[in-house]
T-cell receptor, first 114, second 113 residues
């Protein structure tokens, strides 16, 4: 199946700083990628849809100025958590549009803000 | 997207067959049923997908009755490594809209020795 890679796998940052998470499609081109957030013992929640060459589409309640998404190429989307606070600590997961009927996910990034 | 309902958790023992049922009463004609598995601190992984009747692959079977308002994921002879959360999703994956997935609560399966 298609391979989607996220980097880093985990990151710890100080409150008020920004963190960038990368999502790469390794063996295919993805015009669309999706970003999810998952809190402990909860399900995945879709945050935004990332479209190559255009602005991301954010789900209701997700602050677009706080969670900056850039999809500058067909193999890379980035999520930047700006001015991170402890409540932003979560597990962030991306998936990519593959043209197949099943979705392929990255391995996730665990963000801890201290 | 059709809403799904699954049991919150299930317990089983090694070697047993596990059946997890998902209800999706509002499934649409174009919707497929897809199951994903998620281990702690990992992204979900595709298990199986079907539209109707029965689908089987190397890891699981999916049973879908004629009215398609429910589906059952069957895991044969589970092992400790099958302990995970299993998500049932319903969507129009044939048009790739299903790649934008709406996750329900999932079923937390605990396999005991």
């Amino acid at each position: 199946g298609a391979v989607v890679s996220q980097h880093p796998s985990w990151v710890i940052c100080k409150s008020g700083t920004s963190v960038k998470i990368e999502c790469r499609s390794l063996d295919f081109q993805a015009t669309t990628m999706f970003w999810y957030r998952q809190f402990p013992k909860q399900s995945l929640m879709l945050m935004a849809t990332s479209n190559e060459g255009s602005k991301a589409t954010y789900e209701q309640g997700v602050e677009k100025d706080k969670f900056l998404i850039n999809h500058a190429s067909l193999t890379l989307s980035t999520l930047t958590v700006t001015s991170a606070h402890p409540e932003d600590s979560s597990f962030y997961i991306c998936s990519a549009e593959t043209g197949a009927t099943e979705a392929f996910f990255g391995q996730g990034t665990r963000l801890t803000v201290v | 997207l059709a809403k799904t309902t699954q049991p919150i958790s299930m317990d089983s023992y090694e070697g047993q067959e596990v059946n997890i049922t998902c209800s999706h009463n509002n499934i649409a004609t174009n919707d497929y049923i897809t199951w994903y598995q998620q281990f702690p601190s990992q992204g979900p992984r595709f298990i199986i997908q079907g539209y109707k009747t029965k689908v089987t692959n190397e890891v699981a079977s999916l049973f879908i009755p004629a009215d398609r308002k429910s589906s059952t994921l069957s895991l044969p002879r589970v092992s400790l490594s099958d302990t995970a959360v299993y998500y049932c999703l319903v969507g129009d994956t044939a048009n790739n809209a299903g790649n934008m997935l709406t996750f329900g609560g999932g079923t937390r399966l605990m396999v005991k020795p």
